[in-house]
């Protein structure tokens, strides 16, 4: 079954998307199996990370903005603003897919994992 997820986030960073897919398996009535999840963008991302400490997911936000600054003139891609290639290089270090299992109907996600999307540039999803 193909569900599609629609998120609306406004600004960079780490969004917990974890009550909607949570939601979307329930809703699927699946009990037992695998939850695939796919963006279909080249400047964001998803991820599971922790979602019980938001200064985890802070210092994650900080790290990525540090390792890949928007302030490098190297850039040549900059046809959409001057996130664009470090979105792209930002995606590429991190995943656009996920698996997660399925059990008892629900997300077998550890005690303190969510799933995040990653936004990651200004222009994402």
Same mark, same amino acid.
């Given at each position: 079954m193909i569900v599609k997820l629609e /998120?609306?986030?406004?600004?960079? !960073?780490?969004?917990?998307? #974890? #009550?909607? /897919?949570a939601a979307a /398996?329930?809703?699927a009535n699946l009990t037992e199996g695998l939850c695939t999840l796919f963006i279909q963008h080249t400047s964001a991302s998803l991820l599971v990370q922790e979602n019980y400490d938001v200064t985890a997911r802070q210092d994650l936000?900080? @790290?990525?903005?540090r390792l890949v600054s928007e302030e490098d003139a190297l850039y040549t891609h900059t046809?959409? !603003?001057?996130?664009d290639m470090p979105a792209h290089i930002k995606a590429a270090l991190t995943? /656009? %897919?996920? %698996?997660?299992p399925v059990v008892d109907g629900?997300?077998?996600? !550890?005690? @303190?994992? !969510?799933v995040f999307l990653c936004l990651i540039g200004l222009y994402s999803v």
């Open positions: /998120v609306q986030a406004r600004h960079q !960073g780490l969004h917990d998307i #974890s #009550s909607d /897919v /398996v329930e809703a936000e900080l @790290w990525l903005n046809l959409e !603003g001057p996130d995943a /656009v %897919s996920l %698996s997660i629900r997300l077998a996600l !550890g005690a @303190w994992q !969510g």
